[in-house]
């Protein structure tokens, strides 16, 4: 392998490995079928809706995954995994090389809230 | 040098044997505030993410943290339900989960190699300033049981019935 190819590799690699989202659960009720992307409550708003508590969901991520939007995204996933139509209380702290996310996963009892987050 | 660089290592390694093993960042603590003594129970516990439900009292308050990567709920938050079980609760409520961020700084040896003599290479070890950033999670919630339980009686009932005394009787400078 030439040389330009090893640079090419390594820069791919570090592209790559350099960021991580990590996601963690504490199940609080039976799962759901997955279904819509779900919305996201940022601490401070509350849906105006009865809803029932899935799921605790925490997202970390590393390195240049260490941003708002990644971190809110990998609380996404995890909650639309478990059947959950929104994540509420989310909150999201960052340092300098990881981002910290939680929320509470819920699914709606009756109907979605007249208007969104 | 070489011994002292043995000796290095080999607290070194110690060191990093004993963290691995033995210790824990995760810390917690627990306070009952409804004056009833401590009283254990032994079932399980249904955590609460947004509201206290209805039909509940609050019984005392559950801290618990950690740092790095044992900050996380799943770490968390078996300790959390341990603490509200020790306390006596059935549930608990998760008021707030809290990261922060602080810069540390540590001394670490750092190796070294130099050339001396004649095509020869020589080794040192140099304490060097190390600073690096640390996460972490607290997460605070309350205790809770359900009305039914016993009610809380007060901790020391024949305190109200017992008169109040000065220390000093009146007219010796005690009392008005």
């Known amino acids: ?117 | 040098m070489s011994w002292l660089r043995q000796t290095l290592l080999s607290v070194t390694a110690a060191g990093a044997i004993v963290s691995a093993l033995g210790c824990t960042s995760v810390g917690s603590s627990a306070v009952r505030t409804d004056g009833m003594p401590t009283r254990p129970q032994i079932g399980a516990v249904r955590l609460y993410g947004i509201t206290q439900p209805g039909g509940s009292r609050v019984i005392g308050i559950v801290e618990v943290h950690a740092i790095q990567e044992e900050a996380n709920i799943e770490v968390l938050l078996p300790t959390f339900a341990r603490r509200v079980a020790e306390l006596g609760g059935t549930g608990g409520v998760i008021d707030n989960v809290l990261t922060g961020f602080e810069m540390r700084t540590e001394m670490r040896m750092q190796s070294y190699s130099y050339p001396c003599g004649y095509r020869h290479t020589c080794w040192g070890s140099r304490m060097v300033p190390y600073t690096y950033e640390v996460r972490f999670l607290t997460i605070q919630g309350r205790a809770i049981v359900p009305d039914s339980a016993p009610p809380p009686v007060n901790a020391s009932p024949k305190a109200a019935e017992v008169p109040v005394t000065p220390i000093m009787p009146m007219g010796q400078g005690g009392g008005k």
């Not at chain 1, 819509?36 to 899935?54: D, H, K, W």
């Not at chain 1, 971190?71 to 996933?77: E, T, Y």
């Not at chain 1, 699914?107 to 979605?112: K, Y």
């Open chain 1, 1 to 117: 392998m030439s040389a330009w190819k090893v640079v090419l590799v390594g820069l791919a690699l570090g592209v790559v490995g350099c960021g991580s989202v990590r996601t963690y659960r504490w199940p609080l009720a039976a799962p759901g079928n997955p279904a819509v992307r779900p919305a996201v409550y940022f601490e401070g708003t509350m849906p105006q809706t009865s809803m029932l508590e899935v799921e605790l969901v925490e997202s970390i991520g590393y390195g240049t995954k260490a941003e708002v939007p990644d971190v809110v995204s990998g609380l996404q996933d995890e909650a639309q995994r478990w059947g959950a139509d929104a994540i509420v209380r989310v909150r999201v702290d960052c340092g300098h090389g990881s981002c910290h996310g939680y929320g509470v996963a819920v699914r709606w009892v009756t109907s979605p809230p007249p208007q969104g987050p």
